[in-house]
């Protein structure tokens, strides 16, 4: 019975955008236009810009070659796109895509300023992630050896759709939404948004690490990245939650954070290369084949007190090439002010994650997690 309920209601919405298409193929003169069916009021007849605006900006770190590239989406009164991390099954996904550069390169994933609103629809029998209003997702970068910041130029759309709260939708693409971002200001005057690494004793790579912001409000969430740039020809291995086998020893990310905060999924910049390992009944090897960036969305409580808040964990990983250094970790720390909603800060402020010189043994790390 249940199958046959979630099958009516997809078959329903199917039908719904047959109907949306076949009116739209049946206008004869003039510009195709979205008409107002009768059973599904709310579908907008104008053009997808006219209920939605991209614009883009990019701001660099004071003293350094690091930037941050914002892309915020400004929807009209009670309508909204769906998030970057929508599942699929549901409603489009929003989608940021880059031309490619030689003048940059990425140190993490796109992450919005705020979480989405998250709520059950009958029609696709699933939780959908919207965001009504304004959104901004930003990813930080580093320009390249040649690469300069007045001369930087970062080209991109956004893919989606934008939907109305009475109900309908409208996709958008490239044609509708296609941005060219250049430098409009700075991220901070602090020398700390540098961004310097460290190198551990023994390892053939640096780590560094910053948070998206220096404030944030109760029920915000926090990116954490961590970047490992090894040297020419070395690599480490892919992030694993915990070691997939005795032999093999991934990149490991331990954090310790307030009570009531929570942490999502982790994300990669960089590709992960797969090869069967030499070793008999051994999961394959996974590593990364240059720098690479992971993200750690760090979720703050709508309890949590104004107040600043120590973050600390361990990062764990190995540096190899034709041989390997040893496995090795790190301490990492970092503080974060939380602030009351709608004081938090807005520059784009990249907050400096410090790292301990002094190695830490691998295996204390897999025993924390």
């Given at each position: 019975m249940q199958l046959r309920i979630r099958l009516a209601r997809r078959c329903s919405f199917f039908l719904f955008s047959m109907s949306l298409l076949a009116t739209m193929a049946g206008a004869d003169e003039?510009?195709?236009?979205?008409?107002?069916?009768?059973?599904?009021?709310?579908?907008?007849?104008?053009?997808p810009d006219a209920n939605l605006r991209i614009t883009a900006r990019v701001r660099m770190a004071a003293?350094?070659?690091?930037?941050?590239?914002?892309?915020?989406?400004?929807?009209?009164?009670?309508?909204?796109?769906?998030?970057?991390?929508?599942?699929?099954?549901g409603p489009m996904k929003t989608t940021i895509?880059?031309?490619?550069?030689?003048?940059?390169?990425?140190?993490?994933?796109?992450?919005?300023?705020h979480a989405a609103h998250v709520h059950f629809i009958d029609v696709f029998d699933?939780?959908?992630?919207?965001?009504?209003?304004?959104?901004?997702?930003?990813?930080?970068?580093?320009?390249?050896?040649?690469?300069?910041?007045?001369?930087?130029?970062?080209?991109?759309?956004?893919?989606?759709?934008?939907?109305?709260?009475?109900?309908?939708?409208?996709?958008?693409?490239?044609?509708?939404?296609s941005f060219s971002a250049k430098l409009s200001g700075t991220l901070s005057p602090s020398a700390s948004s540098t961004l310097a690494g460290i190198r551990l004793p023994n390892t053939h790579g640096s780590i560094r690490g910053w948070l998206s912001t220096t404030k944030a409000s109760p029920g915000d969430t926090v990116q954490l990245y961590v970047s490992i740039d090894p040297d020419k020809d070395w690599h480490v291995y892919a992030y694993a939650k915990i070691p997939p086998s005795l032999?093999?020893?991934?990149?490991?990310?331990?954090?310790?954070?307030?009570?009531?905060?929570?942490?999502?999924?982790?994300?990669?910049?960089?590709?992960?290369?797969?090869?069967?390992?030499?070793?008999?009944?051994?999961?394959?090897?996974?590593?990364?084949?240059?720098?690479?960036?992971?993200?750690?969305?760090?979720?703050?409580?709508?309890?949590a007190q104004p107040g600043t808040y120590p973050l600390e964990g361990h990062v764990a990983f190995q540096t190899c090439a034709?041989?390997?250094?040893?496995?090795?970790?790190?301490a990492w720390q970092s503080k974060l002010q939380v602030v009351s909603a709608g004081t938090a800060d807005t520059s784009g402020l990249l907050a400096a994650v410090g790292f301990s010189a002094q190695p830490s043994p691998y295996?204390?790390?897999?025993?924390r997690l």
């Open positions: 003039g510009p195709v236009q979205f008409q107002l069916l009768p059973d599904f009021g709310g579908l907008n007849s104008a053009a003293n350094s070659r690091v930037g941050m590239l914002e892309v915020t989406a400004t929807m009209n009164e009670s309508w909204h796109v769906y998030s970057i991390t929508q599942p699929p099954g895509k880059l031309a490619p550069s030689e003048d940059y390169r990425l140190l993490g994933s796109f992450a919005p300023d699933m939780d959908v992630e919207e965001h009504p209003g304004q959104v901004t997702w930003s990813v930080p970068f580093e320009l390249s050896a040649a690469g300069t910041s007045s001369a930087l130029v970062i080209k991109g759309h956004v893919e989606g759709q934008v939907c109305s709260d009475r109900g309908g939708c409208i996709p958008f693409g490239q044609k509708e939404n032999f093999q020893k991934p990149t490991l990310l331990e954090t310790r954070i307030p009570p009531g905060w929570t942490t999502g999924p982790v994300a990669t910049s960089a590709p992960v290369i797969s090869t069967p390992s030499p070793l008999p009944n051994d999961p394959p090897t996974r590593y990364y084949a240059g720098p690479v960036t992971w993200s750690l969305p760090l979720h703050i409580p709508v309890s034709a041989t390997c250094d040893a496995p090795t970790a790190t295996d204390s790390v897999v025993d």
